[in-house]
């Protein structure tokens, strides 16, 4: 499967504790995107990275919620302290370049927070 | 935020055409208009993307509105496999290149 490829898909976690959650994108593809969806609503742009750096971080939260994508492995969002709130699904994307390049999707991870 | 709008819902007959409509009146020159669908329980899929021409690909076809303050997807011949939330997006390459505003999306249901 060249695909996108997030795990876990299922995600449950309790309030306090910390969340990972892992992206590898498409072969070939260096550049990764993280979005957040809620019930019933659209996905919201949370980071964008290239390989080692953080480009575009507008949409994470100030606080407990980074992003990383090493030069090697996959990229990581990492929720730390979690909340009921941050129950969502979280979907990773990545393109080949910048541009107007497509971005392939994930199949996303469900996180959910008792 | 670059703003679209987009019916809530529709619903169609399979075997029939259908046309999903997106209003963007504030579109600019450099936006391009993209088209993604998610399944239930599946990440946003690419359809189709285009800047100011028509566009056809294996799985649908792009109309732009001549001012481009709107634009229709159509699916030639819906399938049940075809029921998703449709997307439209538009996407400023220069200064916005790295991202996607998601608005709320068309619901579209196939009936068999």
């Known amino acids: 499967n060249a695909g996108v490829m997030q795990n876990p898909r299922h995600l449950v976690r309790r309030r306090g504790q910390e969340a990972r959650l892992r992206c590898s994108p498409m072969?070939?593809?260096?550049?990764v995107y993280w979005y957040r969806q809620l019930p019933e609503e659209g996905l919201k742009f949370m980071v964008y990275?290239?390989?080692?750096?953080?480009?575009?971080e507008s949409g994470m939260p100030k606080e407990r919620f980074s992003a990383e994508f090493p030069k090697e492995g996959p990229s990581i969002l990492r929720i730390q302290q979690v909340v009921r709130g941050d129950s969502a699904a979280y979907f990773c994307?990545?393109?080949?370049?910048?541009?107007?390049?497509?971005?392939?999707f994930g199949d996303g991870t469900r996180l959910s927070i008792l | 935020d670059a703003k679209t709008t987009q019916p809530n819902s529709m619903e169609s007959n399979e075997e029939e055409p259908v046309h999903l409509p997106c209003n963007h009146s504030?579109?600019?020159?450099?936006?391009?208009i993209h088209w993604y669908r998610q399944l239930p329980s599946q990440g946003p899929e690419y359809v189709i993307h285009?800047?100011?021409s028509n566009v056809n690909n294996r799985m649908a076809s792009l109309a732009i509105a001549e001012d481009r303050k709107s634009s229709t997807l159509i699916l030639h011949r819906a399938t049940l496999r075809d029921a998703a939330v449709y997307y439209c997006?538009?996407?400023?390459?220069?200064?916005?290149?790295?991202?996607?505003?998601f608005g709320s999306g068309t619901k579209l249901n196939v009936k068999p």
């Open positions: 990275l290239q390989k080692e750096n953080i480009i575009d």
């Open positions: 285009g800047l100011t």
């Open positions: 994307a990545s393109s080949q370049n910048t541009g107007n390049q497509p971005q392939h």
């Open positions: 997006i538009l996407r400023d390459v220069p200064d916005n290149f790295n991202k996607f505003y």
């Open positions: 072969k070939g593809h260096s550049h």
């Open positions: 504030t579109i600019s020159g450099t936006d391009y």
